[in-house]
T-cell receptor
Framework: NAGVMQNPRHLVRRRGQEARLRCSPM?????VYWYRQLPEEGLKFMVY????????ESGMPKERFSAEFPKEGPSILRIQQVVRGDSAAYFC??????????????FGDGTRLSIL | DQQVKQNSPSLSVQEGRISILNCDYT??????FLWYKKYPAEGPTFLIS?????DKNEDGRFTVFLNKSAKHLSLHIVPSQPGDSAVYFC?????????????FGQGTTLQVKP
């Protein structure tokens, strides 16, 4: 399966711990997006990255959240000092270009983060 | 500010009939609109898209209609099948600039009854 791979699928953390979510884009895709879905809501954009560059982080909380997409390896979404409100499904998507309608973003199956 | 809205949380139709899912938007700068389908515990799967310069796009059983003056689009599924039961998300994207972020609606849960 050459789709978008996210791991872990489920992650449990206690308040104050750090959470690291990983995303390997589809082969040939150099653009990565992170979205968050809270219960009973739609997906909300967080950040858009290309290799070694953050292009748009307008949806990212200003504190505790960071993202990277290094030259080698997967994209990482990092949440420091997690709080209960961080409990959500985090989805990664990738695209070969700008992800417009003729190059749709392809999504992974998400990481479900639970904060105790 | 909810720029993309799906006002019907759920829809139930009989197998073989037409399913019509609706979506409204407020931002006239959107260039493309997309529909994604999502099963529980899986990621969204791309279904069909439409450019803002078109008013219809068809792919097999799926047709998307765009009414720019009303800022409204709809997804028609005909004939509906039980396997179509899922959550459907409408999304929009602006093509200008260097961002491809998708703005999603809240989703509509479709149930197709055998």
């Amino acid at each position: 399966n050459a789709g978008v791979m996210q791991n872990p699928r489920h992650l449990v953390r206690r308040r104050g711990q750090e959470a690291r979510l990983r995303c390997s884009p589809m082969k040939g895709h150099s653009h990565v997006y992170w979205y968050r879905q809270l219960p009973e809501e739609g997906l909300k954009f967080m950040v858009y990255l290309q290799k070694e560059n953050i292009i748009d982080e307008s949806g990212m909380p200003k504190e505790r959240f960071s993202a990277e997409f290094p030259k080698e390896g997967p994209s990482i979404l990092r949440i420091q000092q997690v709080v209960r409100g961080d409990s959500a499904a985090y989805f990664c998507a990738s695209s070969p270009g700008l992800g417009q309608g003729n190059q749709p973003q392809h999504f992974g199956d998400g990481t479900r983060l639970s904060i105790l | 500010d909810q720029q993309v809205k799906q006002n019907s949380p759920s829809l139930s139709v009989q197998e073989g009939r037409i399913s019509i899912l609706n979506c409204d938007y407020t931002n006239s700068m959107f260039d493309y609109f997309l529909w994604y389908k999502k099963y529980p515990a899986e990621g969204p799967t791309f279904l069909i898209s439409i450019s803002s310069i078109k008013d219809k796009n068809e792919d097999g059983r799926f047709t998307v209609f765009l009414n720019k003056s009303a800022k409204h689009l709809s997804l028609h599924i005909v004939p509906s099948q039980p396997g179509d039961s899922a959550v459907y998300f409408c999304a929009a994207v602006t093509g200008s600039g260097n961002t491809g972020k998708l703005i999603f609606g809240q989703g509509t849960t479709l149930q197709v009854k055998p």
